[in-house]
């Protein structure tokens, strides 16, 4: 049978994710991934002070979902940074996982940066450009010596963000940090 051609199918806003059950069976090996935690949030806090970004989340995604146990967001620390019309609500703990950009995150296994949302086609037409008025995001994966991904750290922005080099190696290393911290184990230096 031949598969006929889908122009759109570049434009999947959600990946297939083949390794989800296993990480669901690790993070339940490492005891997290299901409930906040207020190191977490501290984790959250600390990054999005460093990356001064309204919103901060420590990440982890099962097949359904995303569950944020660690998250920091703005709710009243001082007026919105973004457009006047811009929402003003932030995420809760628990996301679709058809919301949002941790979910290529996890399945690339690699860092993602978008400065302006609305530039990628891919991305312009994620329900939280519109809902949250997410306008910049930056997140890397929390990757074990193993390759596998256990979720992620990411930061967003209401504005659109020239995260640069600096913002990039900043991700990264906090995840490597978290990681580290997570598994018990030193992160590379």
């Not at 944020?68 to 003003?88: E, K, Q």
């Not at 703990?93 to 941790?102: E, H, K, L, Q, S």
């Not at 978290?178 to 230096?189: A, D």
């Amino acid at each position: 049978m031949r598969r006929r051609y889908d122009p759109t199918s570049h434009l999947l806003l959600t990946p297939e994710d083949p390794d989800a059950a296993a990480r669901v069976r690790r993070l339940a090996e490492l005891g997290i991934g299901t409930e906040a935690l207020p190191e977490l949030d501290a984790f959250a806090r600390r990054l999005a002070a460093v990356t001064e970004a309204p919103y901060a989340m420590v990440n982890f995604i099962d097949e359904n979902r995303q569950f944020f146990a660690g998250l920091h967001t703005p709710v009243d620390d001082g007026p919105p940074r973004g457009p006047a019309s811009a929402p003003r609500r932030g995420p809760g703990r628990v996301m679709a996982r058809d919301y949002g950009y941790c979910p290529h995150v996890v399945v690339r296994r690699k860092a993602l940066v978008l400065e302006d949302v609305r530039d990628y086609p891919r991305f312009a037409g994620n329900p939280l450009v519109d809902e949250i008025g997410i306008r910049s995001y930056l997140g890397a994966p929390l990757l074990e010596c193993s390759g596998e991904a256990l979720g992620t750290v990411c930061v967003v922005d209401t504005r659109p963000r020239a995260w640069g080099r600096e913002g990039l190696e900043t991700i990264k290393a906090t995840a490597a940090e978290l990681t580290g911290l997570i598994t018990g184990r030193r992160p590379v230096e």
